[in-house]
């Protein structure tokens, strides 16, 4: 363990002039190659001479697998709730900038397996530090070699530009010397950043500038498994090695069908038993042939390709299996379902995909919670002391549409049983806090109206499932007088 900086600063070159290890450049190769296959990037199933057309056929099934993962894991809105309300707004932009940057560092993990934020400390007119999705290509994770989940540091190796490499270590250091019985919870932890480049040929990383001193327990890099993926750093990507083999297999197949029909699609006309010039056609057409024993007939597919495209069928059925996507949930029209079916139905179909997003949720929940805290700490609005209790709130989204009528019967019913408002109105999906407010500010309004000689005074909602009170007049909507 660092005991202290003089004996980081060796550690740091240590790890600066190491070879990278030969897991995160295989790691890093599949990466690429992930991101290719989401990209569409397949090469050729089958080989196309000069001047041929290209019959090759590759659909991208990669893609809305990753996309339709992120879909699920935020939906439309992602509300992220702390006391100051301002300030996350100024961290995560408003909902169309937090939407857009969530979506991006969700795709980042679904090819990858991790995803990578950087937190940057407010400058100039900064209201809040701003939040950086890195490339999860050019970051590798030192961990503790008994604890994986313990991060010791993090070296980003940025592209190469013209002759000139860089490398910045991220790195933990231990004055105490007890990280593996405290972990991430000693908050007499700090981080340093030491910045590297090699230039041109050369095999040695020189340092540039003097290192710099992060003054918190947490690392400036923020990270989260995609998806649980026990005894290792990095977490299971959505598109994995497999997943994108089956779809070279689909690729291979679909080219192949497609130059069957391209050669063999329209029917091809054959004679025998006569000379070219014993065949004539005649002014209606009639195709005439002047020998005895001369054949004429039409070569025809006898054969809907119908093993191909069931093969085809399998390969997609086992990536829905290995990805947990269901077709249903891709929109694919032959696995919808006829007629009206029952909700408990729907979330079997939905299973797979209900159950990864679950996963999903508690892994980038504690990402988003973890550095909304930090930005708070960073921006001298929240004590270190504080970091790990302070609450942020998340609400998602409700993973499959309801019904409005019947949920809305449904609650009546959890009243009925004495559940409370509250919790009724957050399976209905509303934000119980917020529709108190707007119904005060409501009310306040009608009221200073009512003063004024202008309309009926704001009616108070009688408890829910429940008509008017004894005594009270009849009002629409179960409302009564105040």
């Given amino acids: ?90 961290l995560w932009g ?18 990858t397996g991790q995803p990578f934020l950087k937190l940057i400390p407010a400058q100039g007119d900064m209201d809040a530090p701003r939040i950086v999705n890195l490339d999860p290509r050019i970051v590798r994770i030192v961990s503790d070699p008994e604890d994986c989940d313990l991060h010791l540091a993090y070296v980003i190796e940025y592209p ?20 593996s019985i405290t972990g991430d919870y000693d908050l007499e932890d700090t981080w340093t950043i030491t910045n590297y480049v090699k230039k041109g040929s050369a095999t040695y990383w020189s340092q540039v500038g003097e290192v710099e001193e992060w003054p918190y327990p947490f690392a400036p890099i923020f990270t989260c498994q995609n998806l649980p993926n026990p005894n290792e750093a990095w977490g299971k990507p959505d598109s994995t090695e497999a997943i994108i083999q089956m779809n070279k297999v689909i690729n291979f197949i679909l080219s192949n069908m497609d130059t069957i029909l391209y050669f063999h699609g329209h029917p091809k006309t054959w004679g025998k ?28 597919m006898h054969s809907d390709l119908a093993s191909s495209r069931n093969f085809a069928k399998d390969m997609s059925n086992h990536m829905e299996q290995e990805s947990r996507v269901p077709a249903i949930a891709l929109g694919d029209q032959e696995a919808m379902p006829k007629g009206n079916i029952s909700g408990v139905a729907i979330q079997l179909l939905f299973q797979p995909i209900l159950e990864k997003t679950t996963q ?52 009546l019913i959890y009243k009925q049983l004495g559940v409370s408002t509250s919790t009724i109105l957050q399976r209905l999906g509303f934000d119980p806090d917020e529709e108190a407010k707007k119904n005060a500010d409501e009310d306040a309004k009608k009221m200073v109206a009512y003063s004024r000689g202008q309309g009926m005074p704001p009616m108070q909602p009688a408890p829910l499932g429940q008509g008017p009170m004894p005594g009270q007049p009849q009002q629409q909507g179960g409302m009564r007088q105040p």
Wanted: proline residues 4%.
């Fill in 1 to 90: 363990m660092v005991t202290s900086l003089q004996s980081y600063q060796g550690q740091a070159k240590t790890l600066a002039q190491a070879p990278v290890p030969q897991a995160d450049v295989e790691r890093k190769e599949q990466m690429g190659k992930a991101w290719d296959a989401y990209e569409g990037k397949f090469a050729d199933p089958l080989e196309t001479g000069k001047g041929e057309i290209n019959k090759n056929v590759k659909p991208n099934k990669i893609a809305p697998i990753v996309d339709k993962g992120v879909s699920f894991l935020f939906g439309q809105d992602l509300k992220i709730e702390i006391q100051d309300t301002e300030f996350i707004e100024e």
């Fill in 94 to 111: 408003d909902d169309d900038e937090k939407m857009t940057l969530l979506a991006k560092i969700a795709i980042n993990g679904g090819f």
């Fill in 160 to 179: 190469k530009t013209s002759d000139m490499e860089k490398r910045q270590i991220i790195a933990r250091v231990d004055p105490n010397s007890d990280l």
């Fill in 273 to 300: 038993g006569f000379k070219a010039s014993q065949m004539s056609t005649a002014v209606d057409e009639t195709i005439v042939i002047e020998a005895p024993d001369g054949t004429l007939q039409n070569l025809e």
């Fill in 360 to 411: 999903k949720q508690r892994l980038y929940g504690k990402l988003i919670r973890e550095i909304t805290r930090a930005a708070l700490v960073v921006s001298g609005k929240l004590a270190v002391t504080a970091w790990k209790k302070y609450k942020v709130k998340i609400h998602w989204q409700d993973l499959l549409p309801n019904d409005d009528q019947a949920a809305a019967a449904v609650a």
